[in-house]
């Protein structure tokens, strides 16, 4: 199947690059996934390539259309470039973060569905970002809105372990529907991606990436997209930050990372591209003993919250270090459904309340 995939794609020329699109080694076998019907194919973009992104992925879709075997066909052009220019945003003036009432700015290119987007970041890996991003979303959920995450973080997705899902999303009339589980519609590039067969992303190609993750996917309506964007405060975090429209940005940090100057970058990165910042949340904030229960407070304790204030931004609440919190995340049933009424849940509803009342601000005027 994939041969004959390649030799229908190598009759496509690319314009500056080479006559036969295969040949040009844009497209090689392993960038061709196939899953029963569903084919998912990742074009890389060379320097050199003059033509059209929009067009070549639609000659790409002719070829292959009518052909026998595939029901849906995903093309993710990918790029080593800086992505394609989109239209500028407008330029905005600064909004305090604490700002009254409803935010009136113009957003860059609304999401149609979709009513607010916020992002979750950390200055740097491993910090409990994802796991706070799917237990807050599950928290938003439980407050009665309607919610999707998408999981930004292409380098190291972790949405399919963290909430168990093995299956491809389903593609219907060119779109991707995003899966749904715990409910929560969700969407991930490991979804697409073969676990033995890593796509490397480099550079821009993340930012073509999750414009067709954020736009290309049939969300349907949403209250509020969660986007958890990759760990880090580098270009392809700042072009994201950039082109998605963000209502608000929460930074996930540790006591240590806060004290230290990662958060800091988080919080720079943002205030820079005028994205306003809802707060930090402090992961592993206190260490609970599995065996006895106890709270030990390694890193101290209320210094997360006296940093926030220093930083000039809100606290939004404090998650615990706890055994329970990653043996769930690690099983895949995240703590606010495992243990929907214990300590932890609680704790993330807190959060999801703090940022529900940043994000709807006009429903507590009410
Ligand atoms: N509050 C917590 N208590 C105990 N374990 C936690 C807590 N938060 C996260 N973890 C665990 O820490 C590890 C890293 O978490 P996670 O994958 O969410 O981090 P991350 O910042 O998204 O990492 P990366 O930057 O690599 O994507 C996981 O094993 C997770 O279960």
């Known amino acids: 199947m994939k041969k004959v995939i390649l030799a229908r794609l190598s009759t496509i020329p690319v314009a500056g690059v080479h006559p036969d699109l295969v040949l040009s080694g844009m497209i090689t076998e392993r960038d061709v996934a196939i899953d029963g019907g569903k084919v998912v194919i990742s074009v890389n973009?060379?320097?050199?390539?003059?033509?059209?992104?929009?067009?070549?992925?639609?000659?790409i879709e002719d070829k292959l259309a009518g052909l026998d075997g595939i029901d849906n066909l995903l093309v993710v052009m990918t790029a080593e470039r800086p992505a394609p220019k989109a239209p500028e945003p407008p330029k905005l003036k600064k909004r305090p973060t604490e700002a009254p009432g409803r935010d009136m700015r113009p957003l860059s290119a609304p999401v149609p569905g979709i009513k607010t987007i916020v992002a979750v970041a950390s200055g740097k890996g491993g910090v409990g970002k994802s796991t706070t991003a799917v237990n807050l979303a599950l928290a938003l959920a439980s407050l009665g809105l309607k919610v999707g995450l998408l999981d930004a973080d292409i380098y190291g997705p972790s949405l399919p372990r963290l909430m168990d899902i093995h299956d491809r999303p389903a593609i219907e009339d060119d779109r991707v529907i995003p899966i749904e589980k715990y409910g929560i519609k969700t969407m991930s590039m490991g979804f697409l991606m073969e676990e033995d067969n890593?796509?490397?992303?480099?550079?821009?190609?993340?930012v073509s990436a999750l414009m067709q993750m954020t736009r290309e996917v049939d969300w349907g309506e949403l209250d509020v997209m969660v986007l958890d964007m990759p760990p880090g405060t580098g270009d392809a975090q700042l072009?994201?930050?950039?082109?998605?429209?963000?209502?608000?940005?929460?930074?996930?940090?540790?006591?240590?990372?806060?004290?230290?100057?990662?958060?800091?970058?988080?919080?720079?990165?943002?205030?820079?591209?005028?994205?306003?910042?809802?707060?930090?949340?402090?992961?592993?904030?206190?260490?609970?003993?599995?065996?006895?229960?106890?709270?030990?407070?390694?890193?101290?304790?209320?210094?997360?919250?006296?940093?926030?204030?220093?930083?000039?931004?809100?606290?939004?609440?404090?998650?615990?270090?706890?055994?329970?919190?990653?043996?769930?995340?690690?099983?895949?049933?995240?703590?606010?459904?495992?243990q929907p009424d214990g300590p932890h849940a609680q704790a993330y509803r807190k959060i999801a309340m703090n940022v529900a009342a940043r994000l709807f601000p006009e429903a507590d005027e009410d």
């Open 45 to 59: 973009i060379p320097e050199s390539f003059k033509g059209d992104l929009a067009e070549l992925k639609q000659a």
């Open 198 to 206: 890593p796509v490397i992303w480099r550079g821009p190609m993340v």
């Open 239 to 338: 072009t994201m930050a950039q082109q998605v429209p963000l209502q608000g940005a929460v930074i996930v940090s540790t006591p240590q990372d806060l004290a230290l100057i990662d958060a800091r970058k988080g919080l720079k990165m943002f205030k820079n591209v005028d994205v306003p910042i809802f707060g930090i949340i402090e992961n592993m904030s206190t260490f609970v003993c599995p065996h006895c229960g106890g709270e030990s407070h390694i890193f101290g304790h209320g210094g997360a919250e006296q940093d926030a204030h220093r930083l000039g931004v809100p606290f939004l609440g404090a998650i615990p270090l706890d055994m329970a919190i990653r043996e769930n995340s690690d099983a895949g049933t995240p703590v606010v459904v495992s």
